[in-house]
C-alpha cells in the first residue's frame, strides 16, 4: 500500500469535488481549501479541510501542514504561497509551471522558446488606444484584445473587429494586463489532456470542442472527421508544449486546427479541464483518477487512456432563468447512456457552469442521436 498520503487542494468547485470522487474510491483523503460547503468538501467529511481562499497565504501555509502533496484545481492560486511551501511539502505540478501558465502571455513567451505553433501576438505595455490601434496595423482585424491574467470561459477576450472597436475594447478589459492575438481562422477546436508522470508524458486521445459565446459547450471524443494522423500529431504537440513545465498531474492543451489541417496551441492549463470530463465515462482511467495517480507517483497504464466508447459531453450551463439548468438535467434523466453530473453550486447565474452529462455510445453518429433532444433543450434555455 502507499501509507495513505494526504492530498491538499487548492480549490473546492467542481473540478476538485471530481478530483475527490477519485480520491475517494482509494482511500486518499483529500483536504480542501475552500470555503466552507464548497461543492469538493460537501462530498468528503472529515476534520482536514481548510476554511479560506487560494489566493490568503496564511491559508495555503496552513493547508501545507496537514498534507503530503499539493496540487490546485485552479491555477489563478498565490504562486508565491507555493513556493513557500515547497520546502515542507511536494507542490504538483510546480509552482513554476503554474505562475508561468497563469500569465497566458508569460505562457506564450515560454512556449515559443519550445517551438510550439501559435498565433502571433503582441504585449499591450500602456493599453492606450494608439497603442492598440499600433497593434492593429501590425496582426490586422479581427484581432482578439486578452487579458493576460484571471482569464476563463472567455471573460477576458474581447473580439476587435475593426479600428472603431478599440474604445469599446479598452473599456471592457479596463485595469487589467493586456496582450492581443491575430485571429485565428480555425476549423475545429481541439483539445488534449495531458498526464505529466514521474517519468513519462501520456496523453488521452485527442477531442472536439464547441465554444459557444467562449465558453465550451460539447465536447466529442474522438474528434469527429479528424484523421488519425492528426489526432496523433495533436497529441504530439500537446505533449511536447506540456513537457515546457516541471511537475507532475494532469493538464489541460486546447488548440486550433486551421483550415489547412495545421495545429496551432490555443492556450493550455496546468490542471484538470472540462475537455477531459468525458474520460469519466469513456476511458477506464478519468483524467482526475490519473491525476491523482500521477501526483503520488502510482501506476498508470497507458493502456487506461484509450478510448474505451464514442463520448459526447454537454455542460450544463446556467441559463435563462434561475432554474433553466434543473430543466436541462431533468430532461437529461430521459436521455439513454447519459451520466449526470451535477456540481451542486447553489444559485445559478447565466453562464455559471452548474454540471455535465455524457453520453456514451457504439459510434459516434448513436450518441449524437442519442443527445441531441438534450441539446434542444439546453439551446431554448440560453440566456
Ligand atoms: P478558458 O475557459 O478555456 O480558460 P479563456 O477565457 O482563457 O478560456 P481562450 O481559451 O483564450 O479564453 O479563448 C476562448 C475562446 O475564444 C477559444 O476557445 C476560441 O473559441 C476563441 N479564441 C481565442 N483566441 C482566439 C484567436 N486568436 N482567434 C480566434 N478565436 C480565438
Ligand atoms: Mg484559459
Ligand atoms: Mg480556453
Known amino acids: 500500500m502507499w501509507n495513505s498520503p494526504k492530498v491538499g487542494i487548492l480549490g473546492g468547485g467542481q473540478l476538485g469535488r471530481m478530483l475527490v470522487e477519485s480520491a475517494n474510491r482509494l482511500n486518499i483523503q483529500a483536504n480542501i481549501l475552500d470555503a466552507d460547503n464548497s461543492p469538493a468538501k460537501q462530498i468528503s467529511s472529515h476534520d482536514g479541510h481548510v476554511t479560506g481562499s487560494f489566493k490568503e497565504p496564511d491559508a495555503v501555509r496552513k493547508l501545507a501542514e496537514s498534507c503530503d502533496v499539493i496540487t490546485a484545481e485552479i491555477e489563478h492560486v ?32 515560454h512556449l515559443r522558446k519550445y ?24 496582426l490586422g482585424y479581427p484581432m482578439m484584445l486578452k487579458s493576460k491574467t484571471m482569464a476563463y470561459d472567455g471573460r477576458g477576450n474581447f473580439r476587435v473587429n475593426s479600428k472603431e472597436d478599440i474604445p469599446e475594447a479598452l473599456e471592457a478589459l479596463k485595469d487589467r494586463p493586456l496582450y492581443s492575438e491575430k485571429w485565428a481562422y480555425f476549423k475545429m477546436e481541439l483539445a488534449v489532456m495531458v498526464i505529466k508522470t514521474k517519468d513519462d508524458v501520456l496523453s488521452y486521445p485527442t477531442v472536439e470542442t464547441v465554444q459557444e459565446d467562449s465558453i465550451c459547450k460539447l465536447v466529442y471524443a474522438p474528434a469527429r472527421n479528424v484523421p488519425d494522423a492528426i489526432n496523433q500529431q495533436a497529441q504530439a504537440l500537446a505533449r511536447k508544449a506540456v513537457s515546457a513545465f ?41 483524467q482526475f483518477d490519473s491525476h491523482i495517480r500521477a501526483i503520488l507517483d502510482l501506476p498508470i497504464p497507458p493502456k487506461s487512456l484509450e478510448l474505451l466508447q464514442p463520448s459526447i459531453m454537454l455542460n450544463i450551463i446556467g441559463g435563462a432563468t434561475p432554474d433553466s439548468h434543473l430543466k436541462a438535467t431533468e430532461a437529461a434523466l430521459s436521455i439513454p447512456n447519459a ?12 453562464g455559471r457552469k452548474m454540471g455535465h452529462v455524457t453520453v456514451t455510445a457504439a459510434t459516434m453518429h448513436e450518441a449524437e442521436t442519442m443527445i441531441q433532444p438534450l441539446v434542444d433543450v439546453v439551446d431554448t434555455m440560453r440566456a
Not at 508565491?80 to 511539502?89: D, F, G, H, I
Not at 498565433?119 to 499600433?134: D, F, G, I, M, S
Not at 492543451?253 to 469519466?280: K, Y
Not at 451520466?339 to 447565466?350: C, E, F, M, Q, R
Request: aromatic share 6%.
Open 78 to 109: 498565490d504562486t508565491y504561497a507555493l513556493e513557500e511551501v515547497a520546502s515542507k511539502v511536494r507542490v504538483e505540478p510546480s509552482w513554476q509551471a503554474i505562475r508561468t501558465i497563469q500569465n497566458k502571455f508569460n505562457q506564450k513567451e
Open 115 to 138: 517551438g510550439i505553433p501559435m498565433a502571433e501576438h503582441r504585449e499591450l505595455v500602456n493599453n492606450t488606444p494608439e497603442e492598440l490601434a499600433q497593434i492593429g496595423e501590425e
Open 246 to 286: 516541471e511537475g507532475k498531474g494532469a493538464f489541460g492543451v486546447e488548440m486550433f486546427l486551421l483550415e489547412d489541417n495545421s495545429l496551432m496551441l490555443c492556450e493550455l492549463a496546468s490542471r484538470i479541464h472540462n475537455s477531459g470530463h468525458w474520460t469519466i465515462e469513456g476511458c477506464a482511467l478519468s
Open 339 to 350: 451520466s449526470i453530473h451535477l456540481y451542486s453550486k447553489g444559485a445559478a447565474k447565466p
